[in-house]
């Protein structure tokens, strides 16, 4: 029934943009202020592009309504004008020709947009509708989009609410209240649905999306005329439309273009987009569009391409522009947990793409550069140490919440979605990392490195298999809260191995952990994976093979040996170690003694490592790179000689 009326709805609403469409044709064709009042509508109500991020009541009472806009937007792209993507004018952009109100708003160079003042046009037609409908559905289209994702999002807390309501035996006046607000909220997305998902007003968005695409990737390929100085907000409207249309529109008919995806591609790849926030999203656009994404979007399987079939740039540059995304997200204003999204996002189409030769060669080309790569392997580091750390701290909240007879609805439902997410990244980014730890990359073996990847691990372990593991926290963790243990534990044994595998000096690293290496975690591990009836192994994505269960004694075995060796010459050095041989950070003996601008000298390893987190002096917060630092080859020599004579002593 729904369909029918929706069909019936959709063909009306067809047949009158038609019929607008052509009496703006002729109303353009024949009346030169057309266009100006076009301009005019869309300057009084720029405040309508701001709301795309705030909540603002106040000004949407003084701004044309999202049904106004949606039937003005609808129309122009209706509008038969031709526009050939290579003779787009691009200087009536750049100078702002049509007097546009552009304050706020940058090129993707991250430089102001000018605002020069002009009202005559000397372009054609088409042209000058190229820009002015762009402009138009900044201001008019992407807010409504955005309207209707909040809607869902709303009802889906409240759905979340109203389930827990219904399972703590809440009030029933309450109960009742919020099944009438959700209600009602459903009868509007309803309605929303009813235009939005209109397969032939899609259709027109997407050619009209598909001549800018044809015209940005024209422009990245020029060099003369340059991409810097296009405005930002037109590659990020197209990067909206496309998430809008990949992730909310069911069983669609059509085909993404396949200039739409080269347009991904190349602007995911190089620096012509400085924003990081603009770079998560085509990143968002580009998982959703690859079998990456099989797990969260079954429903768009339909509309995947594969980034093969768009140009060889990506081959050899995405996963490195992926790694520098994941990177540098973390300075932007990104939503902390929208962050951990596009970092999952990010990781699962590493994952993806690695499997793929020409990727994996590109992986291993971007090891090379190990400052690349050591800012990447840290930051999955820094993720781990923090979900790890926040999904205890949760779970404790869990476990306290469910020996309560209080009702705790909002914060309960709250609390599983941010552990369900949290569980999601931590197994995402732990496969990767085994993934990593399997291609000998000398990253994990680095003096700066190695340290910190044992550390992680056995923190990681000891919440797997130790006395506080995170499943003795809460009952039934792993149906919850989607915490795969037994995956989780397969992914980091073998990551232990491999790395092993690659030096068996790695085994030193392990034990020299005070925090959480326990000998008696990794014969739990054994006997887990052997058949403990613990753990169901069987549930994992990927078995323990038989070589790395008949490796993991013999490290077990070296470990024991390693821990005896390293404690009693730890003991008998560190009695009589002078003060100025240990490193201020990390208390150890310094094996490379450097000094900072302000005299501190500090072992390299410890201050490398810190700046991989914050370009910063740690004892002054002042400005520090690793070119500032100064060896000290006395000190160095010094060092050498006393453990030398110890040693013999």
Known sequence: YLKNVFGEVQQDNDLRVRLLASICTVLFDNSPTMI????????????????????QPDQMKTTSSDRFFFNLCQTLVYLKYETDHLNIDVSLIQNNDFNLDLSGLNTLSGTN??????????????????????????????????????????INRQDSQLQLFRQRGANPLHTQVLENQITMMRKDLLAMDCYLHNEKMIERFLSFYEVTCNWLVHLFEDTEIGINSIPEYIVEDTVDFLSFLTKYVPNSSFNIPKIVVIFLVRFCTGNSIKNPHLRSKLVTILYFLTPAANIELPKVKHLRYSVLDANKVAEKELIPSLIQTYIDVEG???AFYEKFIIRRQITLLVIYLQDIPVFNDSLLEAAENSKLILHFVSKMLDDLSYLLNHLITKLKRVYEL????????????????????????????????????????????????????????????????GDNSLDMIVQNVENRFNFNHGYLLTLVLNTYINLYKQNNEFALSIVKDKRSYSAENFERAFAQMGGNQNININLSKKRFTN??????????????????????????????????????????????????????RIDRSSIERHLLSSPTNPFTR????????????????????????????
């Open 332 to 334: 932007t204003d990104v």
């Open 36 to 55: 100006q009042w076009l301009l005019d509508v869309v300057s009084k109500n720029t405040a309508r592009s701001q709301m795309i991020h705030h909540h």
């Open 402 to 465: 469910d020996n309560q007879n209080v009702v705790h609805s909002q914060e309960q439902a709250e609390i599983s979605q941010e552990l369900q997410l949290f569980c999601r990244l931590t197994e995402s980014i732990t496969e990767l990392f085994e993934k990593f730890s399997e291609k000998e990359m000398d990253v994990f073996m680095n003096n700066v490195m190695v340290d910190r990847v044992a550390s992680i691990l056995n923190y990681f372990l000891d919440h797997l298999v």
């Open 113 to 154: 947009l000018q605002c020069n003042v002009s009202t005559e046009y000397s372009s054609s037609l088409g042209n000058q509708l190229f820009f002015v409908i762009h402009h138009t559905m900044h201001v008019g289209l992407m807010p409504i989009f955005q309207h209707y994702v909040r809607r869902i999002q709303t």
């Open 547 to 600: 070589e790395n269960l008949g490796l993991l004694p013999i490290l077990i075995s070296q470990l024991i040996d390693y821990q005896n060796k390293y404690e009693e010459e730890e003991e008998l050095i560190y009695e009589d170690v002078p003060d100025e041989y240990l490193c201020p950070l990390m208390c150890d003996i310094m094996s490379d003694p450097v000094k900072l601008p302000d005299g501190t």
């Open 622 to 649: 002042e400005n520090l790179t690793v070119e500032m630092l100064v060896p000290d080859e006395e000190l160095k020599k010094e060092i050498e000689e006393w453990l030398e004579k110890t040693h013999q002593t």
